[in-house]
């Protein structure tokens, strides 16, 4: 009984462990190169179609243009028309690109596509109606657009300010800034296929608080992670009053260049005023004279 326990068990562990979904598979890592974007050898239903970044496009500029070969590699006769379709998000059916589209294009152009996954096809005839043609599928990921919305723990009634002698408070009374990074808008996802429904949590990020000083507009980066906790330490000389900057941009590259950084100063809690850091210089012992 014991032997047919683990018999049983085994194999549904086994069966379990070849059943991984694409979705596994993109969360092992952050995606921060085309090429985590492209999964099992271009399988369309699984990731991009190119592990180079030629699949890969901003939300901001997303025109692209599919090309078609002219020539059937079997026959070696010309194509004579071309149906060109995108999958819809159902997963199952189809739409014509572009609506009523000379069929004889060898190209389909892309001007704004969505953020999200994109699955394309162009099916193409030589004339001969002897066979039904099989269709040739084409996936790109457009990037979204990055969203921030950083925010300090305090709000304006309670200020932002601390002694430069004794350096920043420490919890819980520390001065917290968070990030509140997350995309703008849900990404395009397409049902019945493995490509995963991609999180920012998915992707490697380039942040960079930067502390930007009253009145002389001095800069200086202070740290690079999502939350930033001021841990300043004595400084006895120092006296200065600023404000702090986030911005953020993903790590992976496209083909066509780098996607726009987003960039916004850091508000007060519940409020649409720019948290302002004070630091106070300790006055000055005074002299004690006798007349």
Not at 53 to 63: D, K, L, M
Not at 252 to 268: D, E, M, R, S, T
């Amino acid at each position: 009984m014991n032997t047919l326990f683990r018999t049983i068990t085994f194999v549904c562990l086994l069966i379990a462990a070849c059943c991984l979904t694409a979705a596994d598979a993109f969360a092992q890592t952050k995606i921060s190169t085309p090429a985590d974007l492209y999964k099992n050898s271009g399988n369309y239903l699984e990731g991009t179609s190119t592990d180079n970044g030629t699949t890969v496009f901003c939300a901001e500029g997303t025109g692209f243009t599919l090309v078609s070969s002219t020539t059937d590699p079997e026959n070696n006769l010309p194509y004579t028309s071309y149906t060109w379709q995108e999958m819809n998000e159902d997963g199952t059916t189809y739409t014509t690109l572009p609506p009523g589209a000379d069929p004889n294009k060898t190209t389909i152009t892309s001007a704004n596509a969505t953020p999200g996954w994109h699955i394309y096809r162009v099916t193409a005839v030589t004339g001969n109606a002897g066979c039904e043609p099989d269709p040739t599928y084409f996936t790109v990921y457009v990037l979204p657009k990055l969203k921030v919305d950083p925010r300090a723990n305090k709000t304006e009634a309670e200020g932002i300010s601390y002694c430069s002698e004794t350096g920043a408070p420490a919890a819980p009374n520390a001065f917290i800034f968070s990030g509140n990074i997350s995309f703008d808008g849900t990404p395009r996802m397409i049902q019945h296929t493995q490509l995963p429904p991609l999180e920012i949590d998915d992707f490697e990020l380039q942040i960079a608080w930067t502390k930007v000083i009253t009145g002389s507009g001095a800069r200086s980066v202070v740290a690079n992670t999502e939350n930033y906790t001021i841990a300043d330490a004595t400084l006895p000389a120092a006296a200065e009053s600023y404000t702090l900057e986030l911005e953020v941009k993903y790590a992976i590259v496209p083909a066509k260049g780098a996607c726009n950084p987003v960039l916004a100063v850091a508000k007060y809690n519940g409020s649409t005023v720019d948290a302002t850091v004070k630091v106070y210089k300790k006055a000055g012992r005074p002299t004690i004279t006798i007349e």
